[in-house]
């Protein structure tokens, strides 16, 4: 194995996805939810993308891949649904950028896994890209077994870590 798990603090971070479909709109999701600074490249997008863009919550670029949309992007996202496309995108990144192709494993620099979130606590599960679909099983059982209470829970150990550092 020769991945690094890592959470990354995301806010105002420069990304860009292109594609303007369901798996980029999961992805842009968790990048707003992290507070990045998210560009989606795409010449149509599902209508769950419009309140974002109507709100300006996420800038969209109503066009095709072009290399200059990409160039101040700390981290990228290939979701288009044409192989070729995603492959060109890849090739046009900056080594100091990260990229995740998300039909392709063998061409990118990080996965996503999935994850559950209660508050202050995340619980995440990666198959490295083998099944998402068993890291979406997985997820499923945890989120049954932590469930929303233990969003309070953790507040209250982050408290008591306070007042014990004091």
Known sequence: MNSYPITLNMKN???????????????????????ANVTIVAPTLIDSFIPFVETKKIKWIKDNFRPEYMKDAQLIIAATNDPVVNEQIFEAKKETQWINIVDNPALYDFHLPVTVYRGKLSISIATSGASPLLARKIKNEIAEKYDESYTAYVDLLFEARILIKD
């Open 13 to 35: 971070r420069p990304v860009v996805v292109f594609g303007g479909g369901k798996v980029a709109y999961r992805k842009v999701v968790s990048l707003m939810n992290a507070k």
